[in-house]
């Protein structure tokens, strides 16, 4: 079991630690959430872990729990890229979406709008809207602090 205290002498200006592997002290991931215009969290969540080889390996696979409403992903980083985008629309998107939708996107610079065009089902109409650069704290619901919403 892992903590994040740790004893020291009263009045110390350093503590030192040592441990056998930064990677096990620190964990990376993406959660990539789908939420509607009135909300609410749509189901299923998209999850992007931190491997060391860029997938979940057999042990981890028959071991690790799973869940209906969660879709995972794992990658050497942990963060979405394009093809994360790509299964997130495939997989979680598109099938949980309505025949016309809007997609509200941040201003990162993966949100490739030729590739969501190309995986677009022909069945659905999409409007892709982007969240201008440096007001993603403003505007997105989860990156805003209890003050903010409330004001």
Do not use: C
């Amino acid at each position: 079991m892992h903590s994040a205290r740790m004893l020291s002498w009263k009045g110390e200006k350093h503590t030192q630690a040592g441990m056998q592997s930064s990677s096990a002290m620190t964990h990376s991931y993406t959660i990539q959430p789908t939420i509607s215009a009135d909300g609410q969290l749509l189901s299923p969540l998209f999850v992007v872990l931190k491997e060391t080889s860029g997938q979940l390996g057999p042990r981890v696979q028959s071991r690790m729990f799973t869940a209906p409403n969660v879709v995972i992903g794992a990658s050497t980083s942990g963060k979405l890229n394009k093809e994360f985008l790509r299964q997130w629309l495939e997989s979680v998107f598109f099938p949980h979406s309505p025949e016309n939708s809007i997609l509200l996107l941040d201003s990162w610079t993966g949100y490739d709008g030729s590739l969501i065009r190309n995986v677009t089902p022909p069945n659905k109409t999409l409007t892709v809207l982007s969240i201008p650069k440096n007001t993603t704290g403003l505007i997105q619901p989860l990156n805003q602090t209890p003050r903010q919403l409330t004001s």
